[in-house]
């Protein structure tokens, strides 16, 4: 008797894992050229619980001989710290904060000051970059952490075991959000500390990463349908820049991949998948066949 029910046992523990391994985000299977590409819809933070990955994407990865991520970060650190940091950071001589109209700076340092930020401490950093500071804080603030980032995990998988591609570089990266005009990055920086203020910020991290959480496809087009009529500056700047601009090169070298490989998988953030302008659209528009799997 015992050993039937120890078997039973660990069937049940085994199905109670394949339970707590939810489906998260979302995953597209590509077909074409004779060849498959798994498309996994990413988010750059994340939590301990996050892990094991489901069985449909940790299968995927297991079995890909090319792992394509927008960049792999920990490849060189270096590298990352110095493209940040050559657009992220006024040049000596710059006036940046100094340079505001008096009114303007006495209105940032109130709205930093309220979110425990000293201005002396980031006088060197583009409004940009501190929005972006601000924005991971906030992340951090709901208990999520970019060092749990589903993308430096699935890098940390396929390690060793399979080519890990690059869709861009830091450098592009940086230089793309840095390309905002500095008088456009002043309202940007503005904008994001009202958010905070308001809670706006809190409330939108955490709507998408819950939909992120539970696959949650209705929740993930909500967002999608927020952000294409978002006239704001940063509604438009995540939109035309962030999104938009970015989401034709990665499908074009999205699709030299499927042609040159079978069963590669790639990790790209999820928003990059959604809306009309996403990923798996414009794949479509090039021939290719894309399922949803969820």
Request: hydrophobic letters at 45%; glycine letters at 8%.
């Amino acid at each position: 008797m015992r050993r039937p029910i120890i078997v039973a046992f660990f069937s049940f523990a085994l199905m109670a894992c394949q339970v707590l391994a939810a489906e998260r985000g979302a995953l597209f299977k590509v077909s074409g050229h004779g060849h498959t590409l798994y498309l996994y819809g990413t988010i750059h933070a994340g939590k301990p619980d996050y892990y094991p990955l489901e069985p449909h994407i940790a299968k995927a990865v297991a079995a890909a001989p090319t792992l394509a991520l927008e960049v792999d970060t920990a490849r060189d650190p270096g590298a990352v710290q110095a493209a940040f940091a050559r657009h992220g950071v006024f040049a000596a001589g710059s006036p940046g904060y100094a340079g505001l109209p008096g009114e303007r700076r006495r209105r940032l340092e109130a709205a930093l000051k309220q979110q425990g930020v000293d201005l002396a401490a980031v006088m060197q950093l583009k409004p940009w970059m501190l929005a972006t500071m601000l924005t991971v804080r906030d992340l951090a603030r709901l208990g999520y952490d970019p060092a749990f980032g589903v993308d430096a995990h699935l890098a940390g998988l396929a390690r060793g075991k399979a080519r890990i591609a690059e869709l861009e570089s830091s450098e592009y990266q940086a230089a793309l959000l840095d390309r905002l005009p500095l008088a456009m990055q002043w309202d940007l920086l503005e904008e994001t500390l009202a958010h905070m203020a308001s809670g706006r910020q809190l409330r939108e991290a955490r709507e998408l990463f819950e939909a992120y959480e539970r696959a949650d496809r209705q929740a993930l087009e909500r967002i999608a349908a927020r952000i294409d009529s978002d006239d704001s500056v940063s509604g438009k700047f995540v939109r035309e820049i962030v999104l938009d601009e970015r989401n034709g090169p990665m499908a074009e070298r999205l699709a030299a991949l499927l042609a040159r490989d079978d069963n590669a998988v790639a990790a790209i953030g999820l928003m990059h998948l959604l809306g009309k302008g996403g990923v798996p659209v414009l794949l479509r528009q090039r021939g290719m066949q894309v399922e949803r799997i969820y």
